[in-house]
């Protein structure tokens, strides 16, 4: 299995959003041949999870990882995602977990995992032992844990300064963190963000916005700090404006 973490930095991620295996795979190999170093799969819209086998991983030389959202997030993919069905914490990391298994190189769990509130953090003792669990047997694994915060706001950089280092301190291999923008302003300061936490920080992370305004600036983060950079595969449901096409992504990269 090829390691997230020995990929050379930054590095272009396909987000796969399908609804069955079948189409997954081939948007996957579409991903690779576009561009991309990795795949992130998303496990929360397929209907046949059960089917996925080791061959999905292995047959690729580059690293597949995977998320599973909860189902009210997956609506950014595009209306076909609106109404998926409701997973526990429990269900969806075990899902993950289950993956490892297979081949899967990582995972992605979100800051209030096992502890879920409107901002996506939570600093309960319990929630906390128990995501560190999840991180550890993944490691345990020789996968790669990538841990994401998407609060439904704009942040000040200490915020997002303390939660990348608190996030560090869960089991990250990667932190993961998009605010929400409004305006140009704001888009602009998200920016300036990732300048200055790639001064404050010793590991690898990824800061984005997410909103209208911050369209323009997206597939430019990686030259702000960025280790990786999220994209859209030529084919297939992912509909999410944010994600700039894997071609686009990959010119981006080498300029860097």
Request: proline letters at 7%.
């Given at each position: 299995?090829?390691?997230?973490?020995?990929?050379?930095?930054?590095?272009?991620?396909?987000?796969?959003?399908?609804?069955?295996?079948?189409?997954?795979?081939?948007?996957?190999?579409?991903?690779?041949?576009?561009?991309?170093?990795?795949?992130?799969?998303?496990?929360?819209?397929?209907?046949?999870?059960?089917?996925?086998?080791?061959?999905?991983?292995?047959?690729?030389?580059?690293?597949?990882?995977?998320a599973f959202r909860r189902s009210h997030f997956m609506a950014v993919y595009g209306p076909k995602f609106v109404s998926l069905p409701t997973y526990t914490d429990e269900e969806r990391m075990a899902g993950q977990i289950s993956m490892l298994s297979m081949g899967?190189?990582?995972?992605?769990?979100?800051?209030?995992?096992?502890?879920?509130?409107?901002?996506?953090?939570?600093?309960?003792?319990?929630?906390?032992?128990?995501?560190?669990?999840?991180?550890?047997?993944?490691?345990?694994?020789?996968?790669?844990?990538?841990?994401?915060?998407?609060?439904?706001?704009?942040?000040?950089l200490n915020e997002a300064l303390r939660a990348a280092k608190l996030l560090r301190d869960r089991g990250a291999d990667f932190v993961k963190i998009v605010e929400r923008v409004s305006t140009r302003t704001d888009a602009l300061n998200s920016v300036a963000i990732?300048?200055?936490?790639?001064?404050?920080?010793?590991?690898?992370?990824?800061?984005?916005?997410?909103?209208?305004?911050?369209?323009?600036?997206?597939?430019?983060?990686?030259?702000?700090?960025?280790?990786?950079?999220?994209?859209?595969?030529?084919?297939?449901?992912?509909?999410?404006?944010?994600?700039?096409?894997?071609?686009?992504?990959?010119?981006?990269?080498?300029?860097?």
């Open positions: 299995m090829v390691s997230l973490i020995s990929l050379t930095r930054p590095f272009v991620v396909g987000v796969v959003v399908e609804q069955n295996v079948k189409s997954a795979s081939r948007v996957t190999n579409a991903s690779f041949r576009a561009g991309a170093d990795s795949v992130e799969l998303n496990l929360a819209p397929l209907r046949n999870k059960a089917s996925i086998n080791k061959t999905f991983f292995s047959r690729h030389r580059h690293p597949i990882y995977t899967s190189a990582g995972l992605d769990i979100e800051a209030d995992t096992f502890a879920p509130n409107h901002d996506e953090w939570s600093d309960d003792r319990s929630a906390i032992r128990q995501q560190r669990a999840v991180a550890n047997t993944a490691h345990q694994l020789g996968a790669a844990v990538i841990w994401s915060w998407h609060p439904p706001r704009k942040l000040t990732s300048l200055a936490l790639r001064d404050k920080l010793q590991h690898p992370y990824v800061f984005l916005a997410l909103g209208k305004e911050a369209g323009p600036f997206r597939p430019f983060m990686t030259a702000f700090g960025a280790a990786y950079l999220l994209a859209r595969p030529p084919v297939g449901e992912n509909q999410l404006p944010a994600h700039p096409a894997i071609a686009q992504a990959r010119a981006i990269v080498t300029l860097k």
